[in-house]
C-alpha cells in the first residue's frame, strides 16, 4: 500500500515563504509525475506545480517566479519551495504522486497553509 505524507505547512505572514515536503513510502517500484494542488474553501481543487520523472517542471500562471518544485528521487520525496507568500494562496495543499506501472494516482492527506495580510 502506498501513502503520501506532507509536512511543512503552517502560519506565515505575507511575504514570507514556507517549504512544503511531501515523502511516498509503501511498495513502489517507480514513480512519474509528482506534484501540489491546493484547494481553498469552496472552491475546486486546483494545480499548483507538478513534475515529471525527468525533472520537467510545470506550474500555475499563479506562482510562477514565488515557487519552486523539486524531488529527490532517490527518497521518494518532492518539495514545493513557496517564497512571496499572499493571502490568496491561503489553501489546504496536497502532495499528489503517479505510482507504479499502472500510473495510479495517490494523494496525501493535505497541510494547511495560511497567509496572514
Known amino acids: 500500500q502506498v501513502q503520501l505524507v506532507e509536512s511543512g505547512g503552517g502560519l506565515v505572514q505575507a511575504g514570507g515563504s514556507l517549504r512544503l515536503s511531501c515523502a511516498a513510502s509503501?511498495?513502489?517500484?517507480?514513480?512519474?509525475?509528482m506534484g501540489w494542488y491546493r484547494q481553498a474553501p469552496g472552491k475546486q481543487r486546483e494545480p499548483v506545480a507538478v513534475?515529471?520523472?525527468?525533472?520537467?517542471?510545470n506550474y500555475a500562471d499563479s506562482v510562477k517566479d514565488r515557487f519552486t518544485i523539486s524531488r529527490d528521487y532517490a527518497k521518494n520525496m518532492v518539495f514545493l519551495q513557496m517564497n512571496s507568500l499572499k493571502p490568496e494562496d491561503t489553501s489546504v495543499y496536497y502532495c499528489?504522486?503517479?505510482?507504479?506501472?499502472?500510473?495510479?494516482?495517490?494523494w496525501g492527506q493535505g497541510t494547511q497553509v495560511t497567509v496572514s495580510s
Open positions: 499528489n504522486g503517479q505510482i507504479g506501472i499502472n500510473r495510479n494516482e495517490y
Open positions: 509503501g511498495t513502489i517500484f517507480s514513480i512519474n509525475r
Open positions: 513534475i515529471s520523472s525527468g525533472g520537467r517542471t
